[in-house]
C-alpha cells in the first residue's frame, strides 16, 4: 500500500506559549501524527509531559480536522508508572532510546549518538 506523506514539519507552534511547541507535526495517508521527543537521561518521563503532547495534539486536531490523529513520544529511559498508564489510557504511542537503536540496527542505519 502506499501511504503518502502530505508533509512533516519540525517544530512547530500553532499556539505561542509555553508547552505549545510541537517537535514533529506530520501527515502520512490522512493520519496526523503530533509527535515529542524527551532525550532525559537517568530518569523516566512523567505525566506532565504527556498531559502537554494531549493538549498539544488537541490544539492540532482543532486547526487541521483530521480523520485520524495519532501521538507519539520519544523518551530516551521510558516512562514512570503513571505516565505509563496514562498512555495506555490516551493511546500515545512511545519508544525508548533502545527500540529506536533496535529499529536503526534493523534498517541498517547508524544508532542514536550518545550524548
Same mark, same amino acid.
Given at each position: 500500500?502506499?501511504?503518502?506523506?502530505?508533509?512533516?514539519?519540525?517544530?512547530?507552534?500553532?499556539?505561542?506559549?509555553?508547552?505549545?511547541?510541537?517537535?514533529?507535526?506530520?501527515?502520512?495517508?490522512?493520519?496526523?501524527?503530533?509527535?515529542?521527543?524527551?532525550?532525559?537521561?537517568?530518569?523516566?518521563?512523567?505525566?506532565?509531559?504527556? @498531559? $502537554?503532547? #494531549?493538549?498539544?495534539?488537541?490544539?492540532?486536531?482543532?486547526? +487541521?480536522?483530521? !480523520?485520524? *490523529?495519532?501521538?507519539?513520544?520519544?523518551?530516551?529511559?521510558?516512562?514512570?508508572?503513571?505516565?505509563?498508564?496514562?498512555?495506555?489510557?490516551?493511546?500515545?504511542?512511545?519508544?525508548? @532510546? $533502545?527500540? #529506536?537503536?533496535?529499529?536503526?540496527?534493523?534498517?541498517?542505519? +547508524?544508532?542514536? !549518538?550518545? *550524548?
Amino acid at each position: 500500500m502506499d501511504w503518502p506523506i502530505n508533509y512533516v514539519r519540525h517544530r512547530v507552534r500553532i499556539e505561542s506559549g509555553k508547552g505549545k511547541e510541537i517537535d514533529l507535526l506530520g501527515s502520512i495517508g490522512g493520519t496526523l501524527w503530533v509527535c515529542q521527543s524527551k532525550w532525559v537521561t537517568g530518569k523516566k518521563i512523567g505525566v506532565g509531559v504527556l @498531559r $502537554e503532547l #494531549l493538549v498539544q495534539a488537541k490544539m492540532a486536531e482543532e486547526e +487541521r480536522n483530521p !480523520p485520524v *490523529l495519532r501521538m507519539w513520544l520519544f523518551a530516551h529511559e521510558g516512562l514512570s508508572p503513571k505516565a505509563l498508564d496514562l498512555a495506555k489510557k490516551q493511546g500515545i504511542l512511545w519508544s525508548t @532510546r $533502545e527500540d #529506536l537503536d533496535g529499529l536503526l540496527e534493523y534498517l541498517g542505519l +547508524r544508532k542514536l !549518538p550518545d *550524548l
